[in-house]
């Protein structure tokens, strides 16, 4: 570890170099990983909140959840024999406000459950954002497929669906709205959940890919930060390599004193880590910072529970990098690489 240390404080650019490319790197990868985990919020919070579960759609859907519409039958069977059950619908909408301004929402009503919100004929209750835009509680909301009113009893936190907040109303004005009378959905919260025919079950990440361009966005994104990842470990075996072709000479002089192949190894996998330490904690430090001077329009999101398995995968890759690069050193003879080492 001594001669690892030596060898840093020797050639300081050449690891400062390294530092710095995979301190931007895994900094472009957390920010990465903070707006998909905020996109995945903005676009599926309400059903990324709802406990572990099945969901049932239609089986004539094609598991496309805007296309589905439950039997009644099959809905008064299924909640009758399952008392936790709720039906639901989401619609893509607008409200009108008393300045005649209109609000894009995502029209959500249910069956009376615990785990939507539950409100009377001609009352609607909206995500909080809507409140950033002036909408305050007891104002009188229109939509123009809707003959009555919506007064506004309250918000909620975290409430969006497809990137809009959702508004809770209540199933006939719903129904009145779409000119619907079926559900589009059933939940059955639990891990035992039943078979039932004439549906089709999604565990809650299934059910999240039925969702318009919620997988692709999703998949879009994740490609970018493992990709990053890729690219991390990449730089570590080329960096390491090209070092330990400068230092031919010098491996061989420690093979021909005694020292292992295994000590050698493990001089570049402690320089490998002390390098990727201090880029995740510097990446790390700026990325939690950046959460907080984010614009408030922003969808960032960035849990500690992301960046210590991103912080983890980083120090594998680079592992493996570091390790790819020195197999070569197994093939050094002493007394050819020294004399390689005077060319």
Known sequence: MKIAWKEMKKSKAKFLILGSIIFLVSFLTFIISGLANGLSQDNAALIKDLPAGQFYLDEDANQTYNLSKIDEDVQKKTLADNPDATAFSIQMGFVNDAEDKQHSVAFVTSTDSDLFQNVREGEIILDR????????????????????????????????????????IQMKNYQEIYRVMEMQAIFIPGKDAPTISGVESFSNKEFLNAIPSYSAEQMSLN???????????????IFFYMMNVQKIGLYGILKAIGMKTLSLFRMIWYQMIVITVVALALSIALSQGFSIVAPEGMPFHLTLDTVFMLSGVFLVVGFIGATISGFQIKKIEPLQAIQQGEM
């Open 129 to 168: 954002t809507l409140e950033d835009e002036g909408i305050k509680v007891g104002d009188v909301l229109t939509n123009n497929q809707f003959s009555g009113e919506f007064v506004v009893k309250g918000f909620v936190d975290q409430q969006k669906y497809s990137h809009a907040p959702v508004a809770f």
């Open 223 to 237: 490609m970018i930060v493992w990709f990053l990842v890729i690219i991390s470990g990449m730089l570590f075996a």
